[in-house]
């Protein structure tokens, strides 16, 4: 199976990323930039050199980037089996970039908008496609291609 995990480059995206690639799986490593994207392959390469990977990165509080991110996978994968909803942001105080603000109408929770980019570019990958599944917080859907 190909499987996109946001927020891949710590924690416990990082540690799903690794168990899915040590039981063989083609994992997708988002990041909020190359570097992290890169050095989270690193990371899985080290414990299973024999890891399937591929980076996507975009910072989800620049939907325009997430876009451009979405468009890239359309072009690469030709199918996706598993999108986990995995990044997010913790913060004490709430803050939100103008940029989010404008294009969102109002301040979204965590990083919903970024999401809603990446389901749509996963919806056309989807189209080409048998069908995905997608893990967000304790919501699992199953999408099925018509």
Partial sequence: MTILITGAT??????????LARQGHEVVVHGRNEDKALHACDAIRAAVPNAKL????ADFADLSA??????DLVARLPRLDVLVNNAGVYKTEWETSQRLRDDAGSEPP???????SVAAAIEEIRRAARGYREFDG????????R
């Fill in 66 to 71: 997430v876009a451009r991110m979405g468009h």
């Fill in 10 to 19: 710590d924690g416990i995206g990082l540690a799903t990323a690794t168990e």
């Fill in 110 to 116: 965590c990083s919903l908008p970024a999401h809603q």
């Fill in 138 to 145: 304790a919501c699992e859907r199953t999408h099925r291609a």
């Fill in 54 to 57: 591929q980076t996507a990165y």
